[in-house]
């Protein structure tokens, strides 16, 4: 069955620093999605993402976050100075159609981001 | 805050048994969403029910879904230690975001 994959399963990273977070969705859909799950605590949406432009983005998503879609397979979370409090499992999801409470998403098995 | 909550928190059952969980949500839905979580693992999809449907089946999974009290139940029957994960309700309402719940974490001993 096809998967969304993550790439790197985990990364530490000094504070103030950039990432980049690297996600292969499922080859033929065409949402996106980033979430994040800080340790112990709920699932927590990010960002959504179709046609190359932000369709949807939480109060989290500021400044310092951005996505691309750089080809036509990967899909990138970049956070550009990264912070203590950023430290959390972030997870890609991809779905075929619109609609998250109409199709259901797929999701990667994440990245551990830490932060130090 | 628009999360839902899930109870309980945490339970505990033997191999065999069947566990129920609850799901409650604050605003309106298009449609209703259970997700497992293997520790360290993502997210996998186990069943969605629409706002016009009240029950589904999916193999040892039931869910309800009451919209007049923003509720729905996770029914997994015949228990297996490999049942032993998280699991959330996850819905969507107009957008394509999913607000997930707070999680009810599932131990099923052999």
């Known amino acids: 069955e096809p998967e969304v994959t993550q790439t790197p399963s985990h990364q530490v990273t000094q504070m103030g620093q950039e990432v980049i977070l690297r996600c292969v969705p499922i080859?033929?859909?065409?949402?996106f999605y980033w979430y994040r799950q800080i340790l112990g605590q709920k699932v927590e949406f990010l960002v959504s993402f179709y046609n190359n432009e932000i369709s949807e983005k939480s109060e989290i998503f500021d400044d310092q976050f951005s996505v691309e879609r750089p080809d036509g397979s990967n899909f990138t979370l970049k956070i550009r100075s990264t912070k203590l409090e950023d430290s959390a499992m972030y997870f890609c999801?991809?779905?075929?159609?619109w609609g998250a409470g109409a199709q259901p998403q797929h999701f990667g098995d994440g990245t551990r981001l830490s932060i130090l | 805050s628009q999360q839902g909550e899930e109870d309980p928190q945490a339970l505990s059952i033997q191999e065999g048994e069947n566990a129920t969980m609850n799901c409650s949500y604050k605003t309106s839905i298009n449609n209703l969403q259970w997700y497992r979580q293997n520790s360290g693992r993502g997210l996998v999809h186990l069943i969605l029910i629409r706002s016009n449907e009240r029950e589904k089946h999916s193999g040892r999974l039931r869910v309800t879904l009451d919209t007049s009290k923003k509720s729905s139940s996770l029914l997994i029957t015949a228990s297996r230690a490999a049942d032993t994960a998280s699991y959330f309700c996850a819905y969507g309402g107009a957008t394509n975001k999913l607000i997930f719940g707070t999680g009810t974490l599932l131990a099923v001993q052999p």
């Open positions: 080859s033929n859909h065409l949402y």
């Open positions: 999801a991809s779905s075929e159609f």
